[in-house]
């Protein structure tokens, strides 16, 4: 029968790689955090492209403000203070994404161990069942706590820019409002990927958990 625990192998260095880069990152967002005080908004124009709805847009910053065209310029919105939009950015954001890069560490460690398990034989025993369980509870804890943590970024964005940006369609003047502002949180609880991966993966727990009952009454009639 054809050994086919290579894909293990490859699969256990690639979550290797990815727990580096994860701590690389972490790393990263702590020094920005040490330094944030003396951290500021580049200074002179800086201009950018983005896509949403499939039209296209642009936003340019400068030293003082900050403005978004968008559908070929007939939604138009201006932030008059852009510095401290990037220190509202700043303050919430840096937060939000250590704690993703530090959970994608810890994901990605579990699954190297799993992973590491594959590659020895040792698929069907009580460590490789607790940590698919863990890996599982992770996911689904994690889909709320990062569902929460995000509506607190996006809270505090949509706060600022409704205090200090201004808004036009077609020309005519748009009120700023909680709900002009909304952002979409991708979905949260229930509907998040994460929740839906995390359920999954502890169904699998499941069926790691018959065969684990399974091998151990086959060693013992043995």
């Not at 790689?17 to 002179?44: E, H, N, Q, R, W």
């Not at 968008?70 to 990037?86: P, Y």
């Not at 949180?185 to 065969?211: I, K, M």
Request: some cysteine; overall charge neutral.
């Amino acid at each position: 029968m054809k050994d086919t625990r290579w894909i293990a192998r490859l699969l256990k260095w690639l979550f290797v790689v990815c727990v580096v880069g994860c701590i690389i990152g972490t790393v990263a967002v702590v020094l920005v955090m040490v330094i944030d005080p003396k951290l500021s908004m580049l200074g002179g124009n800086a201009n950018f492209n983005f896509d949403m709805l499939g039209q296209g847009g642009t936003v340019t910053l400068t030293n003082k403000t900050a403005m978004a065209d968008w559908m070929r310029g007939n939604v138009h919105v201006q932030v008059n203070d852009a510095n401290g939009l990037f220190e509202v950015i700043k303050h919430h954001g840096l937060p939000l994404a250590l704690m993703f890069t530090l959970f994608y560490a810890v994901l990605f460690d579990l699954l190297r161990r799993l992973f590491r398990n594959v590659v020895r034989g040792d698929s069907f025993t009580r460590n490789t069942l607790r940590l698919v369980q863990v890996i599982g509870l992770a996911l689904v804890v994690f889909s709320f706590v990062s569902a929460a943590a995000e509506g607190w970024f996006y809270f505090a964005v949509t706060d600022f820019l409704t205090h200090h940006a201004t808004a036009t369609l077609a020309g005519s003047p748009v009120p700023m409002s909680g709900n002009t502002v909304a952002f979409d949180d991708h979905g949260g609880g229930l509907f998040n990927s994460l929740f839906l991966t995390g359920l999954l993966v502890l169904a699998l727990s499941e069926v790691f958990r018959q065969g684990l009952v399974l091998k151990n009454e086959h060693d013992l009639t043995v």
